[in-house]
């Protein structure tokens, strides 16, 4: 690679809003505003315009032009993404190879959302969903890019309706923690320090949603304010999605940035990886993330460096069991003396959809230049489902910038999914289960992820006889007994 062609973030803004009514452009072109006011000669060099999709609030077919239009900019190319937390890297990872390639000079990648105004206007409004709604469909529609959905949810999953991240990653952590011999109450209390640290973060973050430091015990006590959500996950364990907020980087090569008198705003990208799990029924333990670990490592190995040489660190935050899988991915202690967030996780710092990453990068950007060093980022979309993860530098990168290729890695984690059926009857045994509670504290749910005497896996939900039985203690190891359809399960406890 030229090395005056290495790509540089050169510009990064942020942007949240409590009290007037906005949308999700707004607030990305807010944000897009103050990365561009810190270089206004940037504007001219600006040939793609990259929108994160959004889905809590609602957009039109067009919303990347509409960016642009609202800056003042005429890119050759406007653009929008599939959906995915990990979306922010990926799309940085693919600028930086384009950039590196002499494909493009410069970048403006930005997302947000409005969903708090959305709620304000109507207090109706399903946020679930939401950016499916699409105004002004007469106009041509931006084209859209990323990686595909598929693979993130399966025929189990959909069959009975496992579709919502606050069922399905509760799963995910009491298949982890029941293999580390914890339970609900007990898994808790584990979580609470972990949460607590980010809330600190949050804290003394600038655009965070919430800037009250919590204490583990104020984390994981199940109180009136902070409510069992799903077994065993309280509220302050859950993203909030309920925010405004926006973020934008600028990805332009280093030639460019010395040409603008930008070098000293240079943050040099050094790697990029991705890879994606099995749909979560077929996962052969769905509290592990072999992909994540796929991802992580080929990330690393690429820049040629260990964690140890990391000076900051920036995980996924979505749910507990991402910070857990991504710290294991990295090869770091919970506990980490670096910490596991910049921004203190979408808990506190709000969680803007899929745009959540552009907030972690464009932070590491202000304190990498402040600091110097190496930064990470992991990045995280579906069910834990696709991880993008990044390495920056305030030095350039020694092996030039890589996108690494990840095939190889994909192929083994595909062709590890154990085979699923939608149909079935008679016993199976549960792999992994949570329990939902309706805002009054009562048993809604209670969805399983079970194993067939004959290898294959199925989802289920409890039958009414059987909800509040299964939800006196976990059920993983239990054997249950399925019928109808969609599958139901009955148990004897």
Known sequence: MDPKRTPVLVAVGQSTEREEIVNAVEMAARASEAALASAPRLRDHIEQVSMVSVVFSQVSARPASELAAR?????????????????????????????????????????????RSMRAADPNADFMGAGLA?????????????????????PAEL????????????MLENARAHGEGRGYAEQ????????????????????????????????????????????????????????????????????????????????????????????????????????????????????????????LIDLYSCFPVAVEAGAEALGVALDDARG?????????FGGPGNNYSMHAIATLWERLREAGGLGYIGANGGFLSKHSMGVYGTTP????????????????IDASAIEVTTEASGEATVVTSTVVYDRAGGVADVPVIATLDDGRRVAARADESSREAAAREGLIGARVRLEGSPLRFHCER
């Open 340 to 348: 596991l967030t910049l921004t203190g996780g979408l808990p506190f």
């Open 159 to 170: 069959s009975i309706g496992l579709v919502r991240p606050t069922e399905i990653y509760p």
């Open 397 to 412: 990168p020694p092996n030039g910038f890589v996108a690494v290729d990840t095939r190889e890695a994909q192929a083994k």
């Open 188 to 311: 808790r209390r584990f979580l609470g320090p972990l949460m607590s640290r980010f809330s600190q973060v949050a804290a003394d973050h600038p655009f965070a949603w919430f800037r009250e430091a919590l204490s583990p015990e104020q984390v994981a006590s199940v109180t009136d304010s902070n409510r069992l959500i799903a077994e065993p996950y309280t509220r302050c364990m859950n993203a909030f999605p309920n925010v405004d907020q926006g973020a934008a980087v600028v990805v332009t090569s280093l030639e460019t940035a010395r040409a603008l008198g930008l070098e000293d705003s240079c943050l040099f990208l050094w790697a990029g990886a991705t890879n994606q799990e099995c749909a979560p029924a077929t996962r052969p333990d769905p509290g592990q993330a072999p992909a994540m670990r796929a991802a992580a490592s080929a990330t690393l190995a690429a820049a040629g460096i260990g964690v140890d040489d990391l000076s």
């Open 134 to 154: 699409s105004e002004g469909a007469e106009a041509e529609p931006d084209p859209v890019v990323g990686p595909s959905m598929d693979g993130v949810m399966g």
């Open 71 to 115: 800056l003042g900019l005429a890119p050759r190319r406007t653009e929008y993404t599939t959906p995915g937390g990990n979306l922010p890297q990926w799309m940085v990872t693919r600028a930086g190879r384009e950039v590196a390639e002499g494909k493009l000079d410069a970048a403006l990648i930005a997302g947000g959302e409005a969903t």
